[in-house]
Nanobody, 124 residues
Framework: QVQLVESGGGLVQAGGSLRLSCAASGRTFSRYDMGWFRQAPGKEREFVAAINWRGDTYYRNSVKGRFTISRDNAESTVYLQMNSLEPEDTAVYYC??????????????????WGQGTQVTVSS
């Protein structure tokens, strides 16, 4: 069982930056693929970024070059550095974890554990 707790959300002006953190419980963090998803009001949850157990990273096209996902296995924490934020980035951001699988990193259903979410609001 893995528990995930996100932090770092808030209100920021367009062009600003935020860093989200997701702290995981358990001693097997290094074995998990980690992902960030987001959900805006009235929209479906969508993939943002993922980092696998080897450290390979994956991003949705609209955040490439602006967002960076990273992990610190010693601290059992995954981060999402978000720069050049746009109003369209406004959403609740969720951290997710999964055991290695062949399913696409973008598939929310392939993740086994989820955090409670943290609100990110970008004003224009």
């Amino acid at each position: 069982q893995v528990q995930l707790v996100e932090s770092g959300g808030g209100l920021v002006q367009a062009g600003g930056s935020l860093r989200l953190s997701c702290a995981a419980s358990g001693r097997t963090f290094s074995r998990y693929d980690m992902g960030w998803f987001r959900q805006a009001p009235g929209k479906e949850r969508e993939f943002v970024a993922a980092i696998n157990w080897r450290g390979d990273t994956y991003y949705r096209n609209s955040v490439k070059g602006r967002f960076t996902i990273s992990r610190d296995n010693a601290e059992s924490t995954v981060y999402l550095q978000m720069n050049s934020l746009e109003p369209e980035d406004t959403a609740v951001y969720y951290c997710a974890a999964r055991i290695r699988t062949t399913y696409s990193y973008t598939a929310a259903g392939s993740y086994d554990y989820w955090g409670q979410g943290t609100q990110v609001t970008v004003s224009s």
